[in-house]
Structures are given as C-alpha cells and as structure tokens.
C-alpha cells in the first residue's frame, strides 16, 4: 500500500474541483486528461482517474480498469496529433520514483526517435503553446 493516506489539497485534486485551471484534451465520468505544465516533449499529457488515490499502490483495481482505456486513447491520439514515432506512458509512486503530485496519473509522452525526453517538471511551458497542443489533441480524438 502507499505510505501515507490521500490528501485532496494536491494540484490534480484542486483541477478536478475546477479550483485551478487546465488544458484540458478528455473528460469522461471516471477520467479527466490535461497538458502538463511542463512537459518533457511538445504534447505531454496526463490522463488522472476522478476517484482519489495517491498512486497506483492504493488505487482501486475497478477505477485503473476504467483509466487504461483512457490512457490508450490518448496515447493514440497523441501520437497521431504530434506525428510522434512512439509514445512512453509514465507513472510514479512515491517520492523515491520521483513523484511530486500525490494523486494517481499516467504521463503520456510523445517521443521521437533519438530525441531525449527534456527533464521531469523541469521548465513550465506558455499557455498559448500547451492551449495549441491540446487543440490538436482534441482535434484527433475527434476524427
Ligand atoms: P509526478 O512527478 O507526480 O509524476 O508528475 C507531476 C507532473 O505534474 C509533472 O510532470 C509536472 O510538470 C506536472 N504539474 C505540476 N503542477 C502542475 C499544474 O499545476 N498543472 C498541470 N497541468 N501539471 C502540473
């Protein structure tokens, strides 16, 4: 199990309350996806459940089945929006994996080949820019 309990003053935690904003590319009943701030490719995005857990050690089985579909979608969608050659789906439990937002989600990354990632939460990225890229993520879900 996680090492510590949910604590709903997390950033994903006050997004899903509509507290800050978001680019956000897909919301269903049990999913919300967005662009992170500072992404380590152009289109990094990340697909987070509605239901509240702190990772993957304490998530519940019912809602990660209900999260993976999401990830695929965006996934595919990402890779045909940013004409990527591959995407690298991320997702880290506790500080010593290197996370820093403590509620459940996936990072889907576009990738391109012999291209290194830039670093993790390294360099926070403009609005126009992240508002363009979800556009375009938006844009291929929609065909
Ligand atoms: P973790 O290390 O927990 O897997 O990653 C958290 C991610 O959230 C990082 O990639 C970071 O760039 C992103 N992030 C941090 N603060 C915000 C925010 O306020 N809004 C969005 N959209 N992403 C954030």
Excluded: W
């Excluded at 993976?68 to 880290?92: N, S, Y």
């Excluded at 889907?108 to 556009?135: C, D, F, T, W």
Aim: proline share 7%.
């Amino acid at each position: 199990m996680s090492d510590q309990a949910y604590d709903s003053n997390n950033i994903f935690g006050k997004i899903l309350r509509g507290e800050i904003p978001c680019h956000r590319v897909y919301e269903d009943a049990d999913t919300l996806a967005f662009m992170d701030v500072m992404p380590q490719s152009p289109g990094h995005l990340l697909v987070i459940p509605k239901v509240p857990s702190r990772n993957i050690l304490d998530a519940d089985p019912a809602v990660l089945s209900k999260v993976i579909p999401v990830v695929q979608k965006l996934a595919r969608a990402a890779k045909d929006a940013f004409e990527a050659d591959g995407i690298t789906v991320i997702q880290f439990n506790e500080p010593a994996s290197g996370q820093t937002v403590y509620h459940l989600h996936f990072h889907v990354i576009p990738r391109y080949e012999g291209q290194a990632l830039k670093p993790h939460s390294g360099q926070m990225e403009n609005n126009e820019v992240l508002a363009a890229n979800a556009e375009k993520i938006i844009g291929e879900l929609g065909n």
